[in-house]
C-alpha cells in the first residue's frame, strides 16, 4: 500500500505530496511532530522577515528611486495567483496608454548570472528560456514592442531599461517582497480559495511574510474567484480595509511549449485530454511547456491604479510627487 507521501514504489517520501498536506492542515498536532518540527523553524523565519521589513519602513534599509514610477505586481505567498498574467496585463495597459513600460523578472530558473540580462529590447527577443527562464520570455512574446529585463536586481535593470531602451514606467513581476526598489503601487494577488494558505509562515506554511505585510498594498486583487465566494476571515478583512480590493477570474487560453509553439485549448481538449494542475496534457515537439492564463476583463488594472487615487502613471508628476514626499 502507497501511503500519502510516499512513492508509487512505497520506498521513498513523496517530499511534493507532504508539503501539500502539511500546508493544507491549519492545526499543530503533537501527532505529527514534522507539522511541529517545521512550525518550529518557522518561528525564526517570521522574526527575521517582521525585522527586514521594520528597518525597510524605519529608512535604516534604503529603497532605491530608479527616475521613473515603478508598479509591482506581487503575492503574499509561495506558488501561484496568477502574478505574471497580472503583470502582462497592466503593462498591457500602460501600453495602451501612450506610455513606454518595460517589465523587470528575476528570471527564476534561467542560467544566466548577468546583472542584466535583455530578455526583449521591443523588437526582438533576444534571449530563451533555458537562458532567462520560462516566465519572462513567455511575457516578452505576449507583450511585442514592450522591453523584458531579468535580473537578481531590479533597480539595476530598471535603471539599465530606463537609460537604454526608453522605458518610462517599470512594472515588477513579482515584486512584493522585493523591497530594495522603490515603487509607487504595489498590486497584491490573493488566491480567493485559501487567501492566507494555511495561516502559516515558511516552512509551515506557504506565507512568504506575514498577513499584516498586505499594509503595504495599495490594492489588492483576489483570483480565482469565480467559483469561490469573498473571503469571510474578519482579520483579513481588517487589514484591507480602506483599500481598493478586486475579484478576478484567470481563464486558461493556450499551452506554450519552450520553442515558442502555440496550443489553442479547444485543440487541445480535441486531443482526448482535460486539464489539470498536475498535469498540463500532450505538449507539442515534446518540450516542456506552461499553460498560460488571462485575468478576465472586468479584473481592470486601470482601475486598480486609478482607485488609489495616485498618478502612478503621471510620468513627471509622479516623479515630482515622490521628490515631494522625501524633501518633506
Given at each position: 500500500m502507497t501511503g500519502p507521501c510516499r512513492t508509487a514504489g512505497g520506498s521513498r517520501?513523496?517530499?511534493?505530496?507532504?508539503?501539500?498536506?502539511?500546508?493544507?492542515?491549519?492545526r499543530n498536532e503533537f501527532r505529527r511532530p514534522l507539522h511541529i518540527f517545521f512550525y518550529l523553524l518557522s518561528l525564526p523565519?517570521?522574526?527575521a522577515v517582521r525585522a527586514r521589513n521594520r528597518l525597510f519602513d524605519l529608512g535604516a534599509l534604503p529603497q532605491q528611486d530608479v527616475g521613473c514610477p515603478v508598479v509591482s505586481v506581487g503575492n503574499l505567498s509561495v506558488g501561484g495567483t496568477g502574478k505574471t498574467p497580472m503583470a502582462i496585463r497592466v503593462a498591457g495597459m500602460l501600453a495602451d496608454r501612450g506610455m513606454r513600460p518595460a517589465v523587470l523578472s528575476r528570471g527564476y530558473g534561467g542560467r544566466s548570472a548577468a546583472p542584466v540580462l535583455?530578455?526583449?529590447d521591443g523588437g526582438r527577443i533576444l534571449a530563451g528560456p533555458d537562458e532567462a527562464g520560462d516566465e519572462p520570455v513567455l511575457i516578452a512574446r505576449r507583450l511585442p514592442g514592450v522591453p523584458v529585463l531579468a535580473g537578481a536586481k531590479r533597480a539595476v535593470t530598471g535603471r539599465y531599461a530606463r537609460e537604454n531602451l526608453g522605458a518610462?514606467?517599470?512594472?515588477?513581476?513579482?515584486?512584493?517582497?522585493?523591497?530594495?526598489?522603490?515603487?509607487?503601487?504595489?498590486i497584491v494577488l490573493l488566491d480567493s480559495r485559501a487567501p492566507l494558505g494555511n495561516g502559516f509562515l515558511l516552512p509551515r506554511g506557504p506565507l512568504r511574510e506575514p498577513p499584516e505585510a498586505l499594509g503595504r498594498a495599495g490594492a489588492v486583487v483576489f483570483t480565482r474567484s469565480e467559483d469561490t465566494a469573498p473571503p469571510s476571515?474578519?482579520?483579513?478583512?481588517?487589514?484591507?480595509?480602506?483599500r481598493p480590493v478586486l475579484r478576478t477570474r484567470i481563464r486558461p487560453v493556450k499551452l506554450v511549449a519552450?520553442?515558442?509553439?502555440?496550443?489553442?485549448?479547444?485543440?487541445?481538449?480535441?486531443?482526448?485530454s482535460s486539464p489539470s494542475r498536475e498535469s498540463p496534457g500532450p505538449i507539442p515537439s515534446g518540450k516542456p511547456s506552461k499553460a498560460w492564463g488571462r485575468t478576465s476583463r472586468g479584473?481592470?488594472?486601470c482601475r486598480i491604479i486609478t482607485a488609489t487615487g495616485r498618478r502612478t502613471c503621471g510620468g513627471s508628476s509622479a516623479r515630482s510627487a515622490r521628490?515631494?514626499?522625501?524633501?518633506s
Open positions: 517520501p513523496d517530499v511534493e505530496a507532504l508539503i501539500r498536506t502539511m500546508w493544507g492542515d491549519p523565519y517570521g522574526a535583455v530578455v526583449s518610462d514606467v517599470l512594472v515588477l513581476d513579482d515584486g512584493f517582497q522585493h523591497r530594495w526598489i522603490r515603487r509607487d503601487l504595489d476571515d474578519k482579520g483579513l478583512a481588517a487589514i484591507l480595509r480602506g519552450a520553442d515558442g509553439t502555440e496550443m489553442p485549448f479547444p485543440d487541445w481538449r480535441e486531443n482526448g479584473s481592470g488594472p521628490r515631494g514626499r522625501r524633501s
